[in-house]
């Protein structure tokens, strides 16, 4: 069973920085998809970043420049760090996961595994 579990959100005052992790477990296929999204309060979930097995990212552009994700396959691990936070940023964060994709995606129908999210606050 495939399992994503995030950690490290927090409350954080803007110009601020964290980082996220999710364990991915149950999940070892030589080439997947897996990304970070975010939903805030009275909006729909927006892809932020993603990564695929070859290393190759993709940012959306309200994060890029900001936010770097990033992958430890010893531990099994997706990371998330965000800089220079500011209220826009506040949110649920999901990391997420797909076997192999033609292009790897920060479209929220092409991953079938999700976590339960870790929330982000930033305070201005």
């Known amino acids: 069973e495939v399992q994503l579990v995030e950690s490290g959100g927090g409350s954080v005052q803007s110009g601020g920085s964290l980082r996220l992790s999710c364990e991915v477990s149950?999940?070892?296929?030589?080439?997947?998809?897996m990304g970070w999204f975010r939903q805030a309060p009275g909006k729909e979930r927006e892809g932020v970043a993603s990564?695929?097995?070859?290393?190759?990212?993709r940012y959306s552009d309200s994060v890029k420049g900001r936010f770097t994700i990033s992958q430890d396959s010893g531990k099994n691990t997706l990371d998330l760090q965000i800089n220079s936070l500011g209220p826009e940023d506040t949110a649920m964060y999901y990391c997420?996961?797909?076997?192999?994709?033609?292009?790897?995606?920060?479209?929220?129908?092409?991953?079938?595994?999700w976590g339960q999210g870790t929330q982000v606050t930033v305070s201005s």
């Open positions: 990564i695929d097995s070859d290393g190759n990212t």
């Open positions: 997420a996961a797909e076997r192999w994709l033609p292009l790897c995606t920060i479209i929220e129908a092409d991953f079938s595994y």
């Open positions: 149950g999940y070892t296929p030589s080439s997947y998809c």
